[in-house]
């Protein structure tokens, strides 16, 4: 089976990162790769994507934030291996190096330096590629104050702890406790890109229970950090998804071992469960009342989004014709022999 994620988020304050715990587990072992822009990183690692999934293993592929046809990681399960982009933004470290990760340098095909003329191209390219990203955050915290200005105050206290306890006994329902300890990782339940919103729900397609909080009245996030708490300690195998807006509140929680979640936003395939959360606050008038502030907020912060992704996919224009700068200098015959040596050094 083939999943995919986010490890990084596009975020209000900038470039959110979630590649700290990825293949850090016991006996993992990591292949940081490195190489500058057009020297085949997301390449190489999806050629050995490829032949995993072939012979059959389970693969996991970390999707880019900025650009989601592009990989910044892969992970195989039962090998312990996983390869990373260990470039800007999310640049990686070994722990302790030729223990658990080592490097993949594909800079080594590069013939540099480059010729002046490409160099001073290709500088001018890099600045304007990080303006572009440097204007992309700042019109999504635009966007983030204007939801808070226009969202109504927060149903008190009261309403907010029994939400959380309807889903802290949902999760006791489905996930009686266990000898053991639970385990938690972390990862974004989409990203704000050169596409626009992404949301892969690759992560969704073995649940056979799927329960979507309702959120109309802004109580599901809280709620479901306290059914990841509840369920992490009921000795649970938890993925926590976080948001793409702000890389920090709970958009939803899988339960992979029960093939189970909890989210906000309902996939779009697949049946589901729907959790009422909205009939905490109050009357049927009170409540519509806060749906239709909540919607009006949320329509602002949309708009802010999408002119941010615009501005994406105008740096995702300019680093593919950066990447064009390095590719006269790349041997790309040695690339492939390299290729090959790893996935006969792998199966």
């Given amino acids: 089976m083939e999943v995919s994620y986010f490890l990084g988020a596009n975020t209000a304050a900038g470039f959110r990162s979630?590649?700290?715990?990825?293949?850090?587990?016991a006996g993992d072992y990591l292949r940081i790769v490195?190489?500058?822009?057009?020297?085949?990183?997301?390449?190489?690692?999806?050629?050995?994507?490829?032949?995993?999934?072939?012979?059959?293993?389970?693969?996991?592929l970390v999707r880019c934030s900025g650009d989601p046809g592009s990989l910044d990681g892969l992970y195989i399960p039962v090998l312990g291996l996983g390869w990373v982009d260990g470039t800007a933004p999310h640049v990686a470290e070994p722990g302790v190096f030729g223990a658990d990760s080592d490097y993949v340098n594909l800079g080594?095909?590069?013939?540099?330096?480059?010729?002046?003329?490409?160099?001073?191209?290709?500088?001018?390219?890099?600045?304007a590629y990080k303006e572009r990203y440097g204007r992309a955050y700042a019109l999504l915290a635009a966007g983030e104050k204007l939801e808070t200005a226009l969202t109504p105050p927060p149903c008190g206290g009261n309403?907010?702890?029994?939400?959380?306890?309807v889903l802290r006994a949902l999760v006791d329902r489905i996930a009686p406790p266990r000898d053991r300890e639970g385990t938690?990782?972390?990862r974004f339940g989409g990203a704000v890109s050169c596409e626009g919103l992404v949301r892969d729900e690759s992560l969704f397609a073995s649940c056979r229970l799927l329960y979507v909080c309702e959120d109309g009245c802004g109580l599901a996030s809280r709620a479901l950090a306290a059914a990841a708490d509840e369920a992490f300690l009921?000795?649970?195998?938890?993925?926590?998804?976080?948001?793409?807006?702000?890389?920090?509140?709970?958009?939803?929680?899988?339960?992979?071992?029960?093939?189970?979640?909890?989210?906000?936003?309902?996939?779009?395939?697949g049946s589901h469960k729907k959790v009422?959360?909205?009939?905490?606050?109050?009357?049927?008038?009170?409540?519509?009342?806060?749906?239709?502030?909540?919607?009006?907020?949320?329509?602002?912060?949309?708009?802010?989004?999408?002119?941010?992704?615009?501005?994406?996919?105008?740096?995702?224009?300019?680093?593919d014709e950066l990447e064009r700068v390095y590719r006269p200098y790349m041997d790309f015959p040695s690339l492939d022999e390299r290729i090959a040596k790893e996935l006969a050094r792998i199966f």
């Fill in 184 to 186: 938690l990782s972390r």
């Fill in 108 to 127: 080594e095909f590069c013939r540099t330096p480059l010729c002046p003329a490409d160099a001073a191209r290709a500088a001018a390219l890099n600045a």
């Fill in 234 to 269: 009921c000795g649970q195998r938890v993925i926590e998804l976080l948001s793409p807006f702000d890389g920090g509140t709970t958009d939803g929680v899988l339960l992979p071992e029960l093939s189970a979640a909890f989210v906000r936003t309902a996939p779009q395939q």
């Fill in 34 to 60: 490195k190489g500058g822009p057009g020297t085949g990183k997301s390449g190489f690692m999806r050629a050995v994507g490829r032949e995993a999934a072939r012979r059959g293993y389970d693969v996991e």
């Fill in 18 to 25: 979630l590649y700290g715990g990825f293949c850090r587990g």
């Fill in 276 to 319: 009422a959360l909205d009939r905490l606050c109050g009357s049927l008038d009170e409540i519509k009342e806060r749906r239709r502030a909540l919607r009006a907020a949320r329509r602002e912060r949309a708009r802010c989004t999408e002119a941010a992704c615009a501005v994406l996919a105008e740096a995702k224009v300019l680093h």
């Fill in 159 to 165: 309403e907010a702890e029994r939400a959380e306890a």
